[in-house]
């Protein structure tokens, strides 16, 4: 758009600038004709004198109206009248060359273009008068272009204003209509990140657009509501197996006991077995737990983060110092909407985790803050810490770092702790702690949801 307004506009100028320089050229043809009406009989005959000094006195009062300098002159350039008085015909330039030309008994040619920023041109106009068919004098004109320079500007304004108006009705059509187009793309961006995040059960709801992205939108629909299927699916097949796996293991480790009264005590293979076997049930526990978590609706609330977090240390500090790791906490007035309970699992899990890899004597520390629209529960532990590689990986089920096999658990504490967060807005994030650890920050956030 703009480039088509600046094409219509160079030439629609430069056309005004024309049509009014033209305007004035016209008036002064019509100016030059006139006089030399008048100065045909000057130049001899009976009564020159008075007529001669009629003509003076129409050049006068026509210099003094319309501050133009006007003359008659000779073929050599000797002065008849003229206004000013003594005013004479230009020896070189633009004026002299119109001059010459009125001689051969023709109009001079048109002046050449002013434009407005030309502080001082002039238009001259010559026109030739005739007797006898013979050219016997010149009427000579110089016109200021103070006021044709005036009009072309305003002129060259009213279009800018013009351009400028269209610009800005162009811009404000190209908004709504990028808007229009837009809108469900910004929606479905959304409602992708929701689903990243966990939120399965957000939607693209219906809006406006054009037809291909309001298709895109319903595929989208219809995509999540299959990815939704397949992932209840799963969870339910992850609960069911868990759930029905349970009752034969329990079976099992009760055979198991009652193998054990009848083997001398201190058996290695049973002890083995026993172990192993409480193992898988906590793992079925926990496989379960993950179900659960992921399937369930977080009951968001106005919790106080600081008193909450004070609780959970209270909690594991008799196993800190049963294992000689000091837990301290930095506690905090702060609230946020988070479940209650699914917050308090979350940070079990991560303090339980933190406590199993700090050697003793070393220290664990929980931190509460608030940061702008979040508040943040920080988890720093002084333990052997990960590399960049499993920092990436931390998180993921079932995984556990090649370094610490022989820690007890069944790598889904950290994944259910991220489901129970994810519920209710929350996030949980991984870094180094240095010079040695981890650094783990829970997020909840501080407006309700509903909001």
């Known amino acids: 758009m703009a480039g088509v307004l600046l094409a219509l506009g160079f030439p629609l100028a430069v056309s005004v600038a024309a049509a ?4 004035v050229v016209v008036d002064r043809i019509d100016d030059t004709v006139r006089f030399a009406a008048l100065a045909q009989f000057v130049t001899e005959g009976p ?13 006068d009062r026509y210099h003094d109206t319309y501050g133009i300098k006007a003359g008659v002159f000779y073929r050599d350039g000797d002065n008849i009248a003229s206004a000013p008085e003594g005013w004479s015909v230009p020896r070189s330039g633009e004026g002299r060359e119109a001059f010459q030309e009125a001689l051969t008994g023709r109009r001079s040619q048109d002046p050449g273009q002013v434009w407005p920023w030309q502080q001082g041109a002039r238009l001259v106009v010559a026109s030739p008068v005739v007797r006898d068919g013979d050219v016997v004098a010149v009427v000579f004109t110089d016109s200021p272009t103070a006021q044709l320079r005036s009009r072309v500007l305003k002129g060259w304004l009213l279009i800018a204003a013009g351009e400028c ?12 209509l990028t808007g229009w187009v837009l809108r469900p793309v910004r929606i479905l961006d959304a409602v992708t990140h929701d689903i990243a995040t966990g939120q399965m059960n957000s939607r693209v709801a219906a809006a406006g657009g054009p037809p291909e992205l309001r298709r895109l939108a319903r595929s989208f629909n219809e995509m999540a509501d299959n990815v939704e299927e397949v992932l209840e699916q799963q969870r339910a097949f992850v ?12 079976a099992l480790l009760l055979r198991i006991e009652l193998l054990a009264l009848e083997l001398p005590e201190g058996n290695e293979e049973i002890a083995s077995v026993r172990t192993e076997g409480k193992r898988l049930a906590q793992v079925l526990d926990d496989l379960l737990d993950l179900a659960l978590a992921e399937h369930a ?9 600081g008193e909450l977090a004070a609780e959970r240390v209270a909690a594991w500090r008799p196993l800190a110092e049963e294992k000689g790791v000091r837990l301290t906490e930095h506690r905090a007035a702060v609230t946020a909407w988070a479940d209650p309970v699914a917050l308090s699992s979350a940070l079990d899990a991560v303090i339980d985790n933190a406590l199993k890899f700090t050697p003793s004597g070393e220290e664990v520390t929980v931190s509460v803050a608030s940061n702008g629209a979040t508040s943040t529960v920080v988890i720093t532990d002084r333990g052997p810490g990960l590399t960049d590689e499993e920092l990436a990986r931390i998180g993921d089920r079932f995984w556990r770092s090649g370094r610490h096999q022989n820690i007890k658990g069944s790598g889904l504490g950290l994944s259910i702790s991220r489901a129970l967060l994810t519920a209710g807005g929350g996030s949980i994030a991984y870094e180094h702690h240095e010079p040695c650890g981890l650094r783990v920050t829970v997020t909840v956030p501080r407006t309700s949801p509903t909001a």
């Open 165 to 176: 108006a269209a610009m800005l009705v162009a811009v404000g059509a190209a908004f709504r």
């Open 297 to 305: 609706c977080a009951d968001l609330r106005l919790t106080d983060i």
């Open 239 to 250: 609960a069911d197996a868990s759930h029905q796996l349970r009752n034969p293991l329990a």
């Open 20 to 23: 009014q320089q033209q305007r």
């Open 47 to 59: 009564g020159m004198d008075e007529r001669r000094s009629t003509l003076q006195e129409q050049l």
